[in-house]
C-alpha cells in the first residue's frame, strides 16, 4: 500500500460512524488524526432508529462509515437514516463508507421470480442522498454498475500480501475455492509470486455426491485458499479437506469479510485448515473467534483512501498492477 500523503486534512472532512463497527471507525480517525463527529444513532421505544447529528456538517465533506454487515438490517436502515440526517444538515458531500456491502450475493437473477437486491440498496443508498460510496472486496464486480453515483472499489489484498510476505510460507499456491473466483484467485497469485490452482466441485450425475476435482499442482506445497466472504464455512472447509486429500502440506485461508454465521466456528475448529486469516470490515466477537482466526486491520487502507477522496486524488494507484 502506498505511504499516506504528508498533507494535512482541512477542518471541512467530518468523520461519522454508526453502530454497525465502532472499532474499525476510531481507527480510521485515529489513523486519519481525525476525531469522529458527536452524533446519537440510538432507538426510540417501539425500535424506530434514532439519528441526531450533535455537531455543525454544513458545508463538510462527510464520510459516514457503516458496514451493512449482520444485522444486516438494522446497519443498513441506520446508514440510510444518517446520510439523510447529513443531507438535511446541508452537508457539502457525503460519501458512505461501507467496507462490507451486504444483500450483494443476489446480483443476478439466476432463477424465475427472485428480487436483485444489490441493485435494490444500490437505489435505496442513493435516493438516500449519498454522492459518492467506497467499499471493499465487493461478491460481484458487476455492483459498481448498479450506482448512479461514483463508487471508489478497494482490495484487501494488499493487507493480506504483506501479513504472508512476513510469514514467508515456501512453495505457496493459491487456490480458489471455485471457479467463479479464478480472478481473485490469479491477482493474489501474482501478487505473491505463488502457483495457482483451482477447486472445481461438480456432481458426476444427479445421484451421486459431488465430488472435488483439484486443477492444479498441490501436492507437498502450502495452499493459500481465498474468497471474498466466509458465511456458514461449509464451501472452503470442503475445499480445505479436498486439497488435503489431494496431498497439500498446509492450507491457509484469507477472506476478506468474516461473516461466521450458524455452525462456522465449529466447522473451522475441526477443518484441516492452518490459519483462517480475515480483516475487521465486519466485527468478530467474542463467540465467533477462534485461535485460528488472526484479524488484521483494514483501517489503514481506508483511512488512506478517505485521505485521497477528500483531496480529489486517484485511488486506482493504490493497486496498481494488481489486475490483468
Same mark, same amino acid.
Given at each position: 500500500m ?16 454508526g ?12 489513523a486519519?488524526k481525525?476525531?469522529?463527529s458527536?452524533s446519537?444513532?440510538?432507538r ?7 439519528v ?6 454544513r458545508?463538510?465533506d462527510?464520510f459516514?462509515?457503516q ?25 457539502r458531500r457525503?460519501t458512505?463508507?461501507v467496507p ?7 446480483d ?6 427472485? =428480487? ?7 437505489? @435505496?443508498?442513493?435516493?438516500? /442522498?449519498?454522492d459518492r460510496? *467506497?467499499?471493499? #472486496? !465487493? ?9 448512479d ?7 484487501a ?35 505473491l ?12 450425475? =444427479?445421484?451421486?455426491?459431488e465430488?472435488?476435482?483439484? @486443477?492444479?499442482?498441490?501436492? /507437498?506445497?502450502?495452499?493459500? *485458499?481465498v474468497? #471474498? !466472504? ?9 475445499a480445505?479437506?479436498?486439497?488435503k486429500?489431494?496431498?497439500a502440506a ?14 462456522a ?6 477443518s ?12 468478530l466477537t ?5 485461535p485460528r ?6 483501517a489503514?487502507?481506508?483511512a ?8 480529489e ?5 493504490l493497486?496498481?498492477g494488481?489486475?490483468?
Amino acid at each position: 500500500m502506498a505511504s499516506p500523503s504528508p498533507r494535512r486534512l482541512s477542518a471541512e472532512l467530518a468523520l461519522v460512524a454508526g453502530n454497525a463497527n465502532p472499532a474499525l471507525a476510531r481507527e480510521i480517525g485515529r489513523a486519519l488524526k481525525v476525531p469522529l463527529s458527536d452524533s446519537l444513532v440510538g432507538r426510540f421505544s417501539e425500535g424506530e432508529i434514532r439519528v441526531k447529528m450533535n455537531e455543525n456538517v454544513r458545508g463538510k465533506d462527510v464520510f459516514v462509515i457503516q458496514p451493512t454487515c449482520p444485522p444486516v438490517n438494522d446497519n443498513l436502515m441506520e446508514l440510510l437514516i444518517m446520510i439523510d440526517a447529513l443531507k438535511r444538515a446541508s452537508a457539502r458531500r457525503i460519501t458512505a463508507v461501507v467496507p462490507y456491502y451486504g444483500y450483494a450475493r443476489q446480483d443476478r437473477k439466476d432463477q424465475p421470480r427472485v =428480487p436483485i437486491t444489490a441493485k435494490l440498496v444500490a437505489n @435505496l443508498i442513493t435516493t438516500a /442522498g449519498a454522492d459518492r460510496v *467506497l467499499t471493499m #472486496d !465487493l461478491h460481484a464486480g458487476q455492483i459498481q454498475g448498479f450506482f448512479d453515483i461514483p463508487l471508489d472499489h478497494l482490495y484487501a489484498i494488499t493487507v493480506f500480501e504483506q501479513y504472508f510476505r512476513l510469514k514467508r510460507v515456501k512453495g505457496l499456491v493459491v487456490v480458489s475455492p471455485d471457479v467463479g473466483g479464478i480472478k481473485m484467485a490469479r491477482g493474489y497469485a501474482k501478487r505473491l509470486r505463488a502457483g495457482l490452482a483451482i477447486v472445481d466441485k461438480r456432481r458426476d450425475s =444427479p445421484e451421486d455426491t459431488e465430488v472435488m476435482h483439484i @486443477l492444479g499442482e498441490v501436492q /507437498g506445497r502450502s495452499c493459500l *485458499l481465498v474468497d #471474498d !466472504l466466509i458465511a456458514t464455512g461449509s464451501s472452503l472447509v470442503e475445499a480445505a479437506a479436498a486439497l488435503k486429500r489431494a496431498g497439500a502440506a498446509d492450507v491457509y485461508a484469507c477472506v476478506t469479510h468474516p461473516i461466521l454465521s450458524g455452525p462456522a466456528r465449529e466447522r473451522i475448529a475441526s477443518s484441516p485448515l492452518k490459519e483462517l486469516v480475515v480483516t475487521n470490515t465486519i466485527p468478530l466477537t467474542k463467540a465467533r473467534a477462534h485461535p485460528r482466526i488472526k484479524v488484521l486491520s483494514v483501517a489503514a487502507l481506508l483511512a488512506e483512501a478517505i485521505r485521497r477522496i477528500h483531496y480529489e486524488q486517484s485511488i486506482s494507484s493504490l493497486f496498481d498492477g494488481l489486475t490483468g
